[in-house]
């Protein structure tokens, strides 16, 4: 396998970081105890943050007393002010000023939250500019993306300091199907994920083996899934917290392949990558046309959102 190396803009993270965590909604606080369960070994401690009376006081006293019965060390949760959220390693953005409800079950739901949502990115990417913030900047919250492009054009944060974490639910939504339907079962051992987590999303059944009908039909459906979810009548945020969320970053941390969204000179897109000492790597792969014209489409539109 082929890879792209960028340099990581003298990004430097210890062997265990401290987290700090902004807004404990639903994705937030599944989040939160997804790197409390299973971080220990990359995770020093996490900070959590909610201008919500009550709701931080909630998950610390909460979240401090999981323990596995061999007592294995788990990093302990902290509360932390608004100003102490870039005093650390990596920082996830996981606020939203509006979530639509479930009464919502059609349309394209997580870009319309970009607007509100990207004024609040831009209040604290500004601000860990004004903090000479050096760590991750890792966004979670809808639309992951654009998002990521907005936060690093408002913090001048380095281009490697920013990731967006929206497309590893993608991947496990299609494992999901091709675990389902045969007819996608290529996906298992071949597929790819690539681009945003939303209606752009691309899917390949197999780059060796592209079938274009076939991932098309794959990538409707798990673009979707998030609507089925509405329509049982509940909000579908639990397997996105821990598939794009605590599993996508802890394999970040330990420097494993996994899916979220790098910048590539122009736009934030999500592909397979890893953290190396020597920069971002990701998979350079030898693209069908059909795949790769997909691809371009997908990064045309996400160029146009400002």
């Known amino acids: 396998m082929n890879t792209t190396i960028r340099p990581a803009g003298g990004l ?17 606080s599944t989040l939160l105890m997804g790197l409390r ?30 323990q596995s ?5 788990l990093p302990p949760v902290d509360i932390i002010a608004p100003e102490q959220l870039f005093d650390g390693d990596v920082f996830l953005f996981c606020a939203s000023r509006m979530v639509p409800d479930t009464s919502v ?6 870009m319309a939250q970009y607007g509100l949502n990207r004024e609040l990115a831009a209040v604290y990417a500004r601000m860990a500019r004004e903090k000479n913030y050096r760590g991750l900047f890792c ?12 936060a690093m054009r408002e913090s001048g944060l380095a281009p490697a300091q920013v990731r967006g974490f929206g497309l590893g639910v993608m991947h496990a939504r299609a494992l999901y199907y091709a675990r389902r339907d045969g007819r996608f079962a290529s996906y298992l051992t071949e597929g790819r ?39 049982l009548g509940y909000k579908p945020y639990v397997a996105p917290a821990l598939s794009s969320g605590a599993l996508s970053l802890l394999a970040l941390l330990r420097g494993q392949w996994h899916y979220s969204s790098v910048y590539d000179g ?14 971002i790597e990701t998979e350079a792969l030898t693209l069908p046309p059909a795949l790769q014209k997909r691809l371009d489409e997908t990064r045309a539109k996400l ?3 400002e």
């Open 139 to 150: 966004v979670v919250s809808d639309p992951v993306d654009p998002l990521c492009r907005a």
């Open 193 to 231: 994920a690539f681009g945003p987590h939303g209606e752009d999303l691309v899917l390949a059944n197999s780059v060796a083996h592209y079938d274009d009908a076939l991932s098309r039909e794959l990538t409707d459906k798990v673009a979707h899934a998030n609507l089925e979810m509405r329509r």
């Open 37 to 66: 369960l299973l971080g220990g070994d990359v995770i020093r401690s996490i900070g959590i943050c909610d201008v919500r009376p009550g709701v931080s006081e909630r998950w610390e006293f909460e979240l401090n007393q999981i």
């Open 69 to 73: 019965p061999d007592a294995a060390a």
């Open 105 to 110: 079950t059609s349309g394209d739901v997580r």
């Open 266 to 279: 122009q736009v934030f897109m999500g592909c397979r990558n890893r953290l190396t000492p020597a920069g």
């Open 12 to 28: 430097c993270l210890p062997d265990k970081c401290r987290v700090t965590l902004l807004a404990l909604g639903d994705v937030g």
């Open 303 to 305: 160029n146009t959102i």
